[in-house]
């Protein structure tokens, strides 16, 4: 089915406004609804899987290519930065040169880059090519969303979006569990080789199936300087909050990029309001429900991966589970993801988005205050019970912010539309990651010596204690080789109730982001009359 508005009254040249310009309607496989939905399912999962996969490979790249921790952690840095930087950027090139093109770029070039990965044999051959990875991966993500968009009428749009939800919930959280028995069983070049097959079916399927939507009135100029300014801008924020744990919160050089982004984001913002053809025409935000979607994203993600990080390390080294292990123990999070998605577009289509996305996020802030009562012997039951609610309460977010975003977008920017809730989940998750992390580091830095003392251990050194500070962070003892056996469960049993009073805080913090998103999520509105405008000035 084409993308055809519900306007009655023609635009210019006798074609309504905001609808394909010149383009075939679906015929048999060609531009098949559901069809679409499985291909950008299967294009979509490769970035999804990605996000996680990797962390499992992590230990064994550094083994094999005698890589330094830090060199490491640019594994994942070098993938995040290009992605978040690119994502709007790679939309507006979809609106412009259509999204069936460039999701099938972005495609090849994915899978290509996981190929130049596993063939690696140096730590800065796989950060490079991660890079790329980050690059194709913006190319696909807003792609897939412009397609569903421009596919799918108002009606089936939820349940569209709801599946496509599902896949990348499924996805994110399999990660672990496949990467460890990859890692474990083959080696973790196949972590990156398995992308390879799944492109190429990605890649039959697009070329079959995939119908191209270009709007009537899509941009056709590009507003370079405004990807300058927000790529830039973009690229100072994520870069602050990537090395803010090593610099340090109150070091001038973090303060100096956050500054640099805001000045950034200004300069965007003033330029936005000049040029003829915007990257960004603002007043796409005139849309409360729109601006309230991004919002509820940044939130969201805020609290699901920032409190989630904690979680593997709770499970891997207090609980003391395999990869596999701990995989395995999030399944009721991954199950409810994907019973809970469908459903949820079922009831955001019958009532709308308010009230399916405001209880989400309540349930949301629920699970998080139940994480935040795990003691170091808490049993697998309790913990399938919170992480089960979690998936409950997340389904319905990532389904109806989706939608509330890009269908309340007019058709010719949806590839925009789709590149903000993009970037609004990859800086939630940074900002996650890192204001929960200080959260903890403050936390265990305030518990560690106390419990140290009165533990009745030696006094160690400032040196010693941020030394031993680090480890416990990510829930490891810092039991020296050759300790006494007593000693060494002493020091063990200090470090993991150190570390779960530092995630309880960290949990509870998340808890109260997703209480303040649930009063967001009552601004929002479902986005079936967005094409009622060929112009941001109709929101």
Avoid at 407 to 424: F, H, K, M, R, T
Avoid at 509 to 536: D, Q, S, Y
Wanted: aromatic share 8%; glycine share 14%; net charge negative.
């Amino acid at each position: 089915m084409t993308s055809q508005t519900t306007i009655d009254t023609p635009g210019p040249g006798g074609k309504l406004p905001g609808t394909p310009s010149g383009r075939p309607p679906a015929t048999g496989l060609r531009g098949h609804q559901w069809f679409t939905l499985i291909t950008v399912a299967v294009g979509v999962m490769m970035v999804a899987l990605d996000g996680t996969i990797v962390a499992i490979a992590n230990p064994a790249i550094a083994e094999d290519l005698g890589a330094t921790f830090a060199e490491v952690q640019w594994i994942t840095n070098a993938y995040f930065l290009a992605l978040a930087v690119s994502l709007i950027t790679a939309g507006k090139l979809g609106d412009r040169f259509g999204h069936r093109q460039t999701f099938l770029i972005g495609v090849v070039g994915f899978a290509a880059a996981s190929g130049a990965i596993g063939l690696s044999d140096s730590i800065a051959l796989v950060v490079t090519f991660r890079v790329f990875q980050g690059l194709f991966g913006a190319l696909l993500m807003p792609a897939a969303l412009g397609l569903l968009r421009a596919t799918f009428p108002a009606e089936k749009l939820n349940m569209a979006i709801g599946i496509w939800g599902m896949v990348i919930g499924a996805s994110t959280a399999g990660g672990p569990i496949l990467g460890g028995v990859l890692v474990e069983h083959v080696n973790w070049q196949s972590v990156f080789f398995i992308n390879v097959p799944v492109g190429v079916l990605a890649l039959v399927l697009g070329a079959m199936i995939l119908l191209d939507h270009r709007a009537e009135n899509a941009p056709r100029s590009f507003d370079l300087l405004g990807i300058a300014l927000l790529s830039g801008a973009m690229f100072c924020l994520v870069w602050a909050l990537i090395k803010a744990p090593t610099w340090g919160w109150g070091d001038g050089k973090t303060w100096a990029f956050i500054l640099g982004s805001a000045l950034l984001f200004a300069g965007f913002a003033f330029w936005e309001t000049k040029v003829k053809e915007p990257l960004i025409p603002l007043g796409l935000f005139r849309s409360v429900a729109l601006s309230a979607g991004v919002v509820l994203m940044v939130l969201m993600a805020i609290a699901f991966m920032g409190g989630l990080f904690f979680v593997t390390f709770y499970l891997q080294n207090v609980h003391g589970m395999s990869p596999i292990d701990a995989g395995l123990h999030l399944l009721p999070l991954t199950g409810m993801m994907i019973v809970g998605s469908p459903l949820a577009g079922v009831l955001i289509t019958k009532l709308g988005p308010r009230i399916p996305l405001a209880g989400g996020m309540a349930a949301t802030a629920i699970a998080m205050y139940g994480m935040s009562t795990l003691e170091k012997d808490t049993g697998s039951g309790v913990m399938s019970l919170w992480f089960a609610l979690l998936g409950l309460g997340l389904a319905p977010v990532m389904v109806g912010a989706t939608e509330v975003i890009v269908g309340n977008a007019p058709i010719e920017l949806s590839g925009v539309a789709g590149g903000l809730q993009q970037a609004a989940m990859q800086i939630g998750g940074s900002l996650g990651t890192a204001v929960l992390g200080a959260v903890m580091a403050s936390k265990v830095d305030s518990d560690l010596a106390p419990n140290w003392t009165a533990a009745g251990l030696p006094e160690l050194t400032p040196a010693q204690l941020d030394q031993a500070s680090e480890a416990v962070q990510v829930g490891v003892a810092p039991v020296a080789e050759g300790t006494p056996a007593e000693i060494a469960a002493k020091i063990t049993g200090v470090a993991h109730d150190t570390f779960i009073s530092g995630m309880s805080l960290a949990s509870l913090v998340a808890a109260g982001v997703a209480v303040v998103a649930v009063f967001v999520a009552l601004l929002t509105k479902r986005g079936e009359n967005a094409e009622a405008g060929a112009g941001v000035g109709h929101i």
